[in-house]
C-alpha cells in the first residue's frame, strides 16, 4: 500500500495494487490512515520509551494511558493486577489513579524485578499502593499467592504486559480470567504486533504470534468475556478507534 498526502489539494491519496483511491485529507479515514503509519513508524523509532510517570519511565503510548485511565475511573478497581514490571513506570502511573481516586491497589508481577528497579519502585512515594510479586506469571503456585491477596467481593482488573506470545498470554488469560469481576476488563496488551512485520525492527512471525490472537481464541472458549473497545466517555468527533498500541486487547466479563 502507498499513502500520498498532497496538502496542496488536501488529499490522502491511498494506492493498493496500483489502485488509487482519493480521500479527502481532513476526514475521518484520513485520520484513521495516517494514525495507522503512525503508530508503526513511532513503534519502529521507540516513541514509547521516551516518556516517564511521576519519575519512573513508563513504556506506553500515551494514547493508551489516558483509555486506560478512563477505564479505571468507570471500573474504580480495588486490585489492579498487571503482569510485566519493568522499570515501573505504569505500577506507578496506576497507583497514582488508586490515590486520586481514593481506592485501590496494584499489584506487579514479573519473571524478573532487576535490583535497580526494584529500589526504585520501592522508593517511590507510591509504593504504599503497591505490591511486587517476582516470579513466572503463570505458574500456579505464584498465581495462587496472588489470588490469596484479594479479598472476597473486591472488583479486580487484569492488564497482561509481560511476554507477548500468543502462547504466553493464552496461558496468562486462562490463569488470570477468573481474577477479574463482572463489569471489568482483562487487557492484553501490545498486540500491535501483528502489524509490525514489515517494520524494520519488527519480525514475520508476529502477523499470528501475538496478543490479540491470543485474546481472539479465548474468548472464543469463554463466552462469560466479550472483546470491545470501551465507549468513550466523551466525544465531540466522529471518531470512533482508538490510536493505539492495544487493538483487540480489551475484554470485558458479562455483567
Known amino acids: ?15 493498493i495494487e496500483g489502485t488509487q483511491v482519493c ?4 476526514s475521518k479515514k484520513a485520520f484513521e490512515l495516517i494514525s495507522q503509519q ?18 519512573r519511565p513508563i513504556i506506553q503510548l500515551p ?16 486490585v489492579i493486577i498487571e503482569t510485566g514490571v519493568a522499570h515501573g513506570g505504569s505500577l506507578i502511573y496506576y497507583a497514582s489513579l488508586c490515590k486520586a481516586i481514593a481506592q485501590g491497589r496494584v499489584i506487579g508481577i514479573d519473571i524478573e524485578i532487576r535490583p535497580h528497579n526494584r529500589k526504585a519502585i520501592e522508593a517511590h512515594e507510591l509504593f504504599p499502593y503497591i505490591t511486587l510479586v517476582e516470579g513466572n506469571s503463570i505458574e500456579p503456585e505464584l498465581v495462587h499467592q496472588v489470588k490469596s491477596t484479594v479479598k472476597p467481593g ?11 506470545t500468543k502462547a504466553h498470554v493464552l496461558a496468562e488469560l486462562e490463569a488470570y480470567g477468573d481474577f477479574v ?9 501490545d ?9 524494520p525492527r519488527g519480525q514475520s512471525e508476529w502477523t499470528f504470534d501475538n496478543p490479540t490472537a491470543a485474546a481472539t481464541e479465548f474468548v472464543q472458549q469463554h463466552p462469560e468475556f466479550f472483546l470491545e473497545q470501551p465507549k ?4 465531540e468527533s466522529e471518531l470512533t478507534k482508538n490510536v493505539t498500541h492495544w487493538p483487540g486487547a480489551w475484554l470485558q466479563r458479562k455483567e
Open 63 to 78: 494514547e493508551d494511558m489516558i483509555r486506560i485511565q478512563e477505564a479505571i475511573y468507570r471500573v474504580k478497581p480495588d
Open 191 to 199: 498486540g500491535i504486533m501483528q502489524e509490525l512485520s514489515d517494520v
Open 1 to 15: 500500500m502507498k499513502l500520498i498526502i498532497d496538502t496542496d489539494k488536501q488529499q490522502l491519496i491511498q494506492e
Open 38 to 55: 503512525w503508530v508503526k513508524v513511532g513503534w519502529n523509532q521507540k516513541y514509547p520509551y521516551t516518556f516517564s510517570w511521576m519519575g
Open 154 to 164: 473486591e472488583t479486580v482488573m487484569v492488564i497482561l504486559d509481560s511476554c507477548h
Open 23 to 26: 480521500i479527502d485529507l481532513y
Open 181 to 189: 469481576t463482572p463489569g471489568s476488563y482483562l487487557v492484553a496488551t
Open 232 to 235: 468513550w466517555p466523551f466525544n
